[in-house]
């Protein structure tokens, strides 16, 4: 069974730094794109970082550039995102997701096919 599992959530300072991990089970994730999502209370679904399944190129959203990094390895079939400089406005449940679209459509919550439950950041002093 395809399971998409995210660790590393918890309770930050604003200015501080978190990595959250996604474990992929049940399947070979080498050929899949990976990315993650975020969701803050009251707000819809948005997307945060991207990795390309083939030559492994990265994308983010605008408000993350320069302090979030996203990297894979494949041989675990993990995925990470490096947060560092954490602000309130990062507060969100953090969901992982892999998807198998053309570069165009990484950013399309709706062309990814697994998804992870979340892992919850909480980003306050």
């Known amino acids: 069974q395809v399971q998409l599992v995210e660790t590393g959530g918890e309770l930050v300072q604003p200015g501080g730094s978190l990595s959250l991990s996604c474990q992929a089970t049940?399947?070979?994730?080498?050929?899949?794109?990976r990315a993650w999502f975020r969701q803050a209370p009251g707000k819809d679904r948005e997307f945060v970082a991207a990795i390309s399944r083939g030559n492994g190129h990265s994308y983010y959203a605008d408000s993350v550039k320069g302090r979030f990094t996203i990297s894979r390895d494949n041989a675990k079939n993990a995925v990470y995102l490096q947060m560092n400089n954490l602000e309130p406005d990062d507060t969100a449940v953090y969901y992982c997701a892999a998807g198998r679209q053309i570069l165009s459509a990484l950013r399309d919550e709706a062309m990814y096919i697994y998804w992870g439950q979340g892992t919850q950041v909480t980003v306050s002093s």
């Open positions: 049940g399947g070979t994730y080498s050929t899949y794109n």
